[in-house]
């Protein structure tokens, strides 16, 4: 697994940068970090000429001002527990594509992005970045928990619902008290009738079928001292992604960790899309986006570090 050495925090000079400044503090002090990236990313402002010309330090003195105002909240915020060197970084355009262009030429590990009340907005961005980024990504709530006793863990059996396992057993070898908890919606196929068994009977079929799939699937793993469990759910007519966001508030859950990508287009769950459409129903819950490439321990480490 690679170490993270480069992050990039995505800053918009709101009061979420204070949870961001806080939460890079504490990734700085549980991980091996080299380099902070906090990017801002600004619109990009049409100034007629005529008007640069007659005051030529208007963008430069925009830009001081606003990495002067970054600064005071990084320096309030937690920001001297930075151990890492850091670099305030502005720049103008599209947020989703400067943030990926960034991420991309600086080739940092990890994206750390704030979620904000669905009234604030930003989903359309979050959607976009961590369906395009190479690396993984966390998306951390105003208002993140102090401790974590349920890990939600969305499962398809795939290579992706792995990875998000391995990283939540590794959560749980260091959090005793922390329980996994994967959901796997099954669903009952639309030619069901022709077996003769009834909905419900097939629906039971279906079910046992996803619990053996669970087993072999977990046995692949060191489950030794591990508070791990099955939640099979029956797919209804509800949305997918809201579906297992409604069943990780019924569990308590303090966190959800997906993989962001799926097997295949007939799989029970589509990972890449839950991810992204969990993203723009869940504002309360840290949600962890693991990619294969960057997967790590350090990344693992950072989450941890937020919970000891």
């Known amino acids: 697994m690679d170490e993270i050495k480069k992050v990039l925090v995505a800053v918009d000079l709101t009061e979420m940068d204070e949870t961001l400044v806080k939460y890079t503090s504490m990734l700085s002090r549980g991980s091996k970090l080299q380099k902070v990236y906090f990017l801002n990313v600004q619109k990009q402002l049409e100034i007629p000429e005529d008007i640069v010309n007659k005051y030529p330090d208007l963008v430069s003195q925009k830009n001081e001002e606003t990495k002067s105002d970054i600064q005071k909240t990084i320096d309030k915020s937690e920001g001297k527990g930075i151990s890492a060197e850091y670099e305030i970084v502005l720049t103008e355009g599209n947020r989703a594509e400067k943030i990926l262009q960034w991420a991309k030429s600086k080739n940092v590990d990890l994206i750390i992005m704030g979620r904000k009340s669905k009234a604030q907005g930003d989903g359309i961005v979050a959607t976009r970045v961590v369906k395009m980024a190479s690396c993984s990504v966390i998306f ?169």
């Not at 796997?184 to 046992?208: C, H, L, Q, R, T």
């Not at 899309?273 to 790590?296: C, D, F, G, W, Y």
């Open 140 to 308: 951390v709530p105003r208002k993140f928990p102090t401790k974590v006793q349920n890990l939600i863990v969305p499962v398809d059996y795939s290579k992706a619902s792995a990875l998000a396992l391995e990283f939540s057993i590794y959560v749980a070898r260091a959090l005793p008290n922390l329980k996994i908890k994967c959901i796997n919606i099954y669903e009952v196929p639309s030619g069901f009738s022709v077996s003769g068994k009834s909905y419900d009977e097939f629906a039971e079929i279906m079910k046992n079928n996803s619990i053996k799939s669970f087993e072999k699937f977990i046995s692949k793993f060191d489950t030794n001292g591990i508070n791990i469990e099955g939640i099979f759910e029956l797919h209804d007519d509800r949305n997918m992604a809201k579906l297992i966001y409604n069943i990780a508030i019924r569990e308590k859950a303090n966190a959800i960790a997906v993989g962001s990508r799926g097997r295949n287009k007939t799989a029970a769950v589509l990972l890449g899309s839950i991810a992204q459409k969990l993203i723009k129903l869940n504002t309360k819950l840290p949600l962890v986006v693991v990619r294969e490439k960057k997967h790590s321990m350090d990344f693992i480490e950072a989450f941890l570090h937020l919970y000891r």
